[in-house]
Nanobody
Framework: QVLLVESGGGLVQAGGSLRLSCAASGRTFNSVSMAWFRQAPGKEREFVASIAWTGGIINYGDSVKGRFTISRENAKKTVDLQMNSLKPEDTAVYYC???????????????WGRGTQVTVSS
């Protein structure tokens, strides 16, 4: 079983940067795909980025391409999300997720963190 804890959220001005981190515990971390999703108030959950367990395959949601970068360090059991050129519309609770399949669909991930709030002011 993998447990996930996100950190690094906060308040930032538009155009600024934040780095989110997801710390995992459990023996199977190296064999699972990891992803970041986000959910803003009143909106559906949105795919942000995913990374295969090898780190060799990475996908991004259209709204964050070119601005966000996902990475993982299996030895440290961490997955990070570097967010640059932040916009007010990036404001949301960001969730880390783990699953067997590399996917942009939330239902394909069976383990979720509790989330971290990111607020971007204009």
């Amino acid at each position: 079983q993998v447990l996930l804890v996100e950190s690094g959220g906060g308040l930032v001005q538009a155009g600024g940067s934040l780095r989110l981190s997801c710390a995992a515990s459990g023996r199977t971390f190296n064999s699972v795909s990891m992803a970041w999703f986000r959910q803003a108030p009143g909106k559906e959950r949105e795919f942000v980025a995913s990374i295969a367990w090898t780190g060799g395959i990475i996908n991004y949601g259209d709204s964050v391409k070119g601005r966000f970068t996902i990475s993982r360090e299996n030895a440290k059991k961490t997955v990070d999300l570097q967010m640059n050129s932040l916009k007010p519309e990036d404001t949301a609770v960001y969730y880390c997720a783990a699953g067997r399949a590399l996917s942009a669909v939330g239902h394909d991930y069976n383990i979720w963190g509790r989330g971290t709030q990111v607020t971007v002011s204009s």
